[in-house]
């Protein structure tokens, strides 16, 4: 199966590299970061980069394509190579997906249009103006198109899509050799969880529209 | 804080990225990814390259040292340039982590004589023969000493440093910001919640000790 993540420069690597570590785990899977141009795409806080092994025009028809987050993938918002990629892309993929800010991207190529969707929760009413109906989940099917909330959430978008895939047995195989038994020490992760400072901080960070 | 990950060819990208995506937003965080030959590394799927900036000689002293699993970490457990680096690393390190297999590395470099420590489950047992003591927690704490279960748990290691090390809001902040609400489709993460067919699969495709 032929899976693209498309990455660039300022990218936020977890949103890649959480479906990355499940979907590569699919048998059969044959899993390509891709970009605009290949080679080394820093991420957005600088300190690692992510190799592209191919560009655009090497993998036009995945099965499944990925759209990752981080502020890096603004300019794609109204880049018509990658936005055109997508569009062609998704006309033969079995899956299109997104998390965190990706779905901006999809929203951008008008696959969002009349489409349940989500986004990290900064942004989420952000897909409006793409003709999107936002949801607060963490991941979201609306036919073929799925997308994810804010960065981490891409494990649970992956290991759904695992599921949906190849069944639920493989996807439960890749989630205990991922050893995926989440504990995280605070119950802090979503904002109706959260104190409403750090909410309005975690705003002013994301410099959200 | 000067923190550094140690990264090498076939590392499990998620190992690494995971508490990478916490780490690099703990205020004054100075990140970096280093490997006994800085360059591109490949990791176990041969899908992705994570980019090491630095050599060992350049970050001698790190506050915080992480050695993250994947099969390509075997060569170090008898790699004196690795195993010294790390040595003298720990001497002066406030905190001294591992994720999945990386604690094999800190066992062979003598860092868990006596101490309580984790890996992922399949290879936990095999810390005895480094004087360790293993622990069935996702995260295990004995002194400076840090290790986390399986792949994704790191996630959940570098949140609990995270709060030891800038307190608990910045850490819940982070977590808000990362949205880490986990929800996976399955409860499958752990021997002891997948049926003993997959547990077997898992052992027999990690090639365990």
Same sequence: chains 1, 2.
Avoid at 1 to 13: E, K, N, P, S, Y
Avoid at 41 to 62: E, F, M, Q, V, Y
Wanted: contains cysteine; glycine residues 10%.
């Amino acid at each position: 199966m032929r899976i693209a993540i498309l990455i660039f420069d300022q990218l936020t690597a977890l949103d890649a590299v959480g479906p990355y570590e499940v979907l590569s785990r699919l048998p059969g899977a044959d899993l390509r970061f891709v970009a605009k141009e290949p080679g080394a795409k820093r991420t957005d806080t600088g300190a690692l980069a992510l190799s592209a092994d191919l560009g655009l025009a090497d993998l036009p028809d995945p099965e499944i394509v990925l759209v990752p987050g981080g502020e890096g993938n603004r300019p794609l918002l109204g880049d018509d190579e990658v936005l055109d990629w997508l569009r062609s892309a998704h006309e033969t993929s079995a899956w299109t997906t997104s998390v965190c800010t990706g779905s901006l991207v999809l929203g951008a190529a008008g696959l969002l249009e009349g489409k349940r969707a989500t986004s990290h929760w900064v942004y989420r009413e952000a897909l409006r103006a793409y003709g999107a109906e936002p949801v607060d989940a963490r991941v979201v099917e609306d036919g073929k198109v799925v997308t994810a909330a804010g960065v981490s959430s891409g494990i649970d978008m992956a290991l759904t899509l695992a599921a949906r895939v190849a069944g639920d047995d493989v996807a439960k195989a890749i989630q205990l050799g991922i050893e995926y038994d989440p504990d995280p020490p605070f119950d802090a992760g979503a904002p109706h969880k959260a104190t409403p400072e750090l909410v309005e901080l975690i705003r002013s960070l994301e410099n959200a529209p």
